[in-house]
């Protein structure tokens, strides 16, 4: 999609002669550490190429429209901005409507309304953040269009708030983390407790990350994401009886080993063996790439997808066929699913050699298996939500 196609269809739509200004929020993958981000221990996500463009001009009353170029058939949504409660009716316009809304209550001035077109190219309900992508979108259209002096990591939380608060998806930091302070090249090892990161580049030789949509739709507020963090609160508190932590990403598996007697459920007991080894494991991933030890990386990624299939039971038989067969193929040095789970998407590290009859033998496989196909994305890993420049469409 480029400037003039998505400039003549925001006018269309608005029916608005006058140039809109754009905006880009990036998807994100996570390389690994799952589900830890909630339990306070660490993520090795990137943003990605594939993303969130937005549209916008403000308006000189206080009429929000939002126009999706992904949902044409829900037309345009409008609400006026004394009004930006939650409503059901107005479906994926929440997620603008929610960071607009808690712009407004944390004290920044949007006194006129925008008219906001979206595009997006991440696959509807792929895994790759899509959701946390218009919300950071929405947030760089709101400082560009009316001069704001926002924090990066603010808006971050902003977009969280939305999730957590708005929406009613108890999920982490993670997903606007990455979308909001992605750099091209660069993963970025996050302490989810502390907040504290560090870039990484990622280098990974000859080799290239292949994304697998496994075209199995997944929804978060209806899935057991908010169960998951539940049993692993509850664990978390049973650990609290005998020894002062404020998160399981603060316990080392030597550590959890002596105390996981004391969690009463079993089930919540391998929920908790999973935030403490994942969260070990992506540790160590940095370690590894350091060192430009891709082969130990993938290593790490094939054990994290066993823990999330096994001992946080996320995946789902369509994650384990493509991981399994990644597994098997040749050339591939990690394979591992990204994201909440439930259906979504893995990733692959692939031997750029290689990458075509991986994709090949993938589909047959897969299609014999559950009667469609997978999809590929060859991603790179680019910059955070920003404002596009004339510079970004040359």
């Not at 608005?16 to 200004?21: C, I, L, T, W, Y």
């Amino acid at each position: 999609m480029n400037q003039n196609e998505l400039a003549q269809t925001f006018n269309e739509i608005f029916k608005m002669d006058q140039k809109p200004r754009f905006f880009f929020a990036p998807g994100r993958i996570n390389l690994i550490g799952e589900h830890t981000d909630y339990n306070g221990g660490h993520v090795f996500p990137a943003a990605i190429s594939f993303g969130t463009y937005a549209v916008a001009r403000q308006r000189s009353d206080q009429k929000l429209r939002f126009y999706s170029m992904n949902f044409p058939e829900k037309g345009i949504i409008e609400c006026e901005l004394a009004d930006l409660s939650h409503n059901t009716d107005h479906d994926w316009a929440n997620f603008p409507k929610g960071m607009i809304y808690f712009f407004i209550k944390h004290g920044f001035s949007i006194p006129y309304g925008m008219d906001i077109l979206f595009y997006g190219n991440i696959p509807n309900g792929a895994g790759l953040s899509s959701s946390a992508s218009i919300e950071m979108a929405t947030g760089v259209v709101l400082e560009g269009l009316f001069d704001l002096e926002i924090d990066r990591l603010r808006m971050i939380q902003l977009g969280q708030n939305v999730e957590n608060h708005y929406i009613g998806v108890n999920s982490g930091i993670m997903d606007q983390f990455a979308i909001g302070k992605g750099k091209k090249d660069f993963a970025i090892l996050l302490d989810c407790q502390t907040l504290k990161y560090s870039y990484a580049p990622v280098e990974l030789m000859d080799h290239e990350i292949v994304i697998i949509n496994s075209n199995k739709q997944r929804t978060l507020a209806g899935s057991k994401y908010n169960e998951r963090r539940a049993q692993c609160e509850q664990a978390l508190s049973d650990i609290r009886t005998e020894i002062e932590v404020s998160s399981l990403g603060e316990l080392t598996g030597e550590q959890f080993e002596q105390h996981k007697y004391l969690i009463q459920d079993d089930t919540n007991r391998k929920r908790a063996k999973h935030a403490v080894y994942e969260n070990e494991r992506t540790v160590q991933a940095l370690k590894e790439l350091k060192q430009g030890n891709i082969a130990a990386f993938g290593k790490l990624m094939n054990e994290s997808h066993v823990s999330l299939r096994d001992d946080y039971e996320v995946t789902g038989a369509e994650l384990d066929t493509i991981a399994q067969a990644a597994w098997n193929h040749t050339g591939v040095i990690g394979a591992r699913m990204t994201g909440a789970g439930f259906g979504g998407c893995a990733i692959a590290i692939v031997h750029q050699t290689q990458i075509e009859s991986f994709k090949e033998n993938l589909t047959e496989s897969y299609t014999k298996e559950f009667g469609f196909p997978p999809s590929f994305y060859e991603a790179k890993i680019s910059d955070g939500a920003k404002e596009l420049t004339e510079e970004f469409w040359t």
